[in-house]
């Protein structure tokens, strides 16, 4: 089992930008892909980024694409998702996500969830 717990939400103004990190305890993610996803009220969870096992490939929803920034640290069992120029539609709750598949952008191949972090972007 993999436990994940995420960190760095807040409140924030547009422009701003925030870090969020993910710990992952239990079991080593080196093997895992990794992900962040968002879930607005009343819309369907999202993906906002993924990174591969070893860091060698990412993905991005285009509404965040060139402004976010996903990265992970396998020796600390941490990953992380650098968000700049945020908007009022980037309010969610984000949540970190580890796949035993080796890379995968698909919110269906990922079996471990964190509590998620809310972050709210005032206009």
């Known amino acids: 089992q993999v436990q994940l717990v995420e960190s760095g939400g807040g409140l924030v103004q547009a422009g701003d930008s925030l870090g969020l990190s993910c710990a992952a305890s239990g079991r080593t993610i080196s093997s895992y892909a990794m992900g962040w996803f968002r879930q607005a009220p009343g819309k369907e969870r999202e993906i906002v980024a993924s990174?591969?096992?070893?860091?060698?490939?990412?993905f991005y929803a285009d509404s965040v694409k060139g402004r976010s920034t996903i990265s992970r640290d396998n020796a600390r069992n941490m990953m992380y998702l650098q968000m700049n120029t945020l908007k009022p539609e980037d309010t969610a709750v984000y949540y970190c996500?580890?796949?035993?598949?080796?890379?995968?952008?698909?919110?269906?191949?990922?079996?471990?969830w964190g509590q998620g972090t809310q972050v709210t972007v005032s206009s």
């Open positions: 990174i591969n096992w070893i860091g060698s490939a990412t």
């Open positions: 996500a580890a796949s035993r598949a080796r890379e995968s952008s698909n919110v269906r191949s990922y079996e471990y």
